[in-house]
């Protein structure tokens, strides 16, 4: 598969005529990182935004104690550090490879002149923005809101919602890593899920997990019940 192939799939681009896709191809860096890669660290200039072609990251800030929150974990076609691209200011958090891949770098300055010659471009870049603002949104609220049971239920909640209701969900990345999103440690984690399960909120089986009473999540994450 060519560059011009690979921009195609992703949903940013997603129907972009062949002309503005090989313009996009003209000004691409095509990138390979290891695991444990760092791509760019607080503070770094913003000198433009990548997409995941394949492999995962993760995007995440260390307190002044060395605390580290992750904020996102990105897969295959995301986008990420995609602010400055606007803003023209430096990278807002750290971003580290989970494992291989491959990502594509898209320049600041040469992406800026192509939204000039094609607006459609700003409204893909706004709508993946307010996206993302209204996920970590829900990340804030529940870190600061919500005891550890009611934000897992609530991530639950999400990752149904964003598959059209699914009841039956993959996890796409470790539960250490998803502790880490929820702001506590992989032994707690392990215990909700457990309590969850006595509960016949849910079923879990490794990454797998399905939902067996929504309207009980819903209450467990609008603290409503507690577990």
Do not use: C, W
Not at 9 to 21: M, N
Not at 47 to 60: H, N
Not at 77 to 101: D, R, Y
Not at 202 to 223: A, M, V
């Amino acid at each position: 598969m060519d560059i011009v192939e690979h921009i195609s799939y992703i949903p940013l681009f997603k129907g972009l005529p062949k002309a503005e896709l090989e313009d996009l191809s003209m000004i691409v860096e095509d990138q390979r990182v290891g695991r444990g890669e760092i791509i760019f660290s607080e503070g770094d200039e913003g000198a433009g935004f990548y997409v995941i072609i394949s492999g995962k990251v993760k995007i995440f800030k260390v307190s002044g104690e060395g605390k580290e929150q992750t904020l996102h974990i990105f897969g295959p076609g995301e986008p990420f550090g995609e602010v400055p691209v606007f803003a023209g200011q430096q990278f807002p958090a750290n971003a580290e490879a989970l494992e291989k891949g491959r990502i594509f770098f898209f320049p600041r300055e040469d992406f800026s002149g192509l939204i000039k010659k094609n607006p459609e471009l700003a409204l893909n870049l706004l709508a993946v923005l307010s996206k993302r603002l209204r996920r970590f949104t829900s990340l804030i609220e529940g870190l600061s809101l919500k005891e550890v049971p009611g934000r897992l239920a609530a991530y639950f909640l999400s990752l149904s919602e964003s598959r059209e209701g699914a009841m039956e969900l993959e996890l796409e990345f470790s539960k250490g890593q998803l502790a880490s999103i929820l702001g506590t440690i992989p032994e707690t984690l392990s215990r909700i899920l457990g309590r969850m399960s006595n509960k016949a909120l849910i079923e879990s089986h490794g990454p797998r997990i399905r939902i067996l009473d929504l309207q009980g999540l819903q209450e467990l994450s609008e603290g409503e019940t507690r577990l």
